[in-house]
């Protein structure tokens, strides 16, 4: 008998895993019963979140990190959510350009997600692949994201350890603040440490944190110089990472069931979405609630209170 789809994701298959991101990808109704399956076999692959601003050498630090953890004896799994529309394709192609030094290597599987057009919503899609990448045996998995919106910071602050990248010289320390990435690090990294004023953002960090207060028990984020692009400083990185990994403040069940809960409630949020879009009112009548809405003849809330009358009767009737 031919091995089933999550057989061959479940043995590691590089085509394998490739064409369960697509079912995923295209909220295909096949990726639901294919991540049923997979799911009992994942629990096992430690999550690092990098994030930061915009060109800040996030793709070619994860890129040095995964050869460093090649060099190991771990395998890789990295997801790169793009930040460029789909239709450009430029960042993907960037990113596969940058990473193409572990071409070749089975023991690293590399995925580039696109931010938009995921029905269900981007942090889903991203926590979904990443099961794929845990279920494929995948030791350490990597997710790069553009710290600029609330799916990105999510999609990194759900993650085992969040690393916030930051670089010299710009004013991205400010920048990053606003976005409201420094309080999701659990480890900071200033990159191209190369470059003039890295001590400067070191002691900016530094400074900022140094306004909380840490008690004993209390994890405090280091801040680690390197440069991506010499591999400098990616050794101690993973050492801190690995140090944040053993601190009791750090649980890493905490952190699941936060990842269970947030993914529990957006799968309940969307399939009641989609069950109210597609069986219990047609596009037009929730179209003429659209309108009804903005003519100002009903409220949002006496709107919903009427959907949800709706799909409540719809449900006893049904089933
Ligand atoms: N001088 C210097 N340049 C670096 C360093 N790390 C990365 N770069 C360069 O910075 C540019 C952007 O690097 P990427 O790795 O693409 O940055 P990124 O944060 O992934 O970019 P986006 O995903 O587009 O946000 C590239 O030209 C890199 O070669 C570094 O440590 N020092
Ligand atoms: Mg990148």
Known sequence: MTPTLSERVLAGEPRAIARAMTLIENERPEAAALLQRIFPHTGRAFLVGITGPPGAGKSTLVDRLAAHLRRAGLTVGIVAVDPTSPYS????????VRMQAHAGDAGVFIRSMATRGHLGGLARATSEV???LDAAGKDVIVIETVGVGQDEVDIVRMADVSVVTLVPGTGDEVQAIKAGI???ADVFAVNKADRE????????IETMLSLNTYGPGDWKPPVVRTTATTGSGVDTLWAEIGRFREHPAASRLARRRTRAGFRLRELLGHRFLRFVEHEVLGPAELEGYYERIAAREVDPYTAAAE?????????EKGT
């Open 197 to 204: 004023g890295a001590d400067r953002t070191v002691s900016a």
């Open 130 to 132: 990443a099961l794929v």
């Open 89 to 96: 394709g430029g960042a993907v192609l960037g990113d596969r």
């Open 182 to 184: 420094m309080e999701i």
């Open 307 to 315: 959907i949800m009358a709706l799909a409540l009767g719809r449900q």
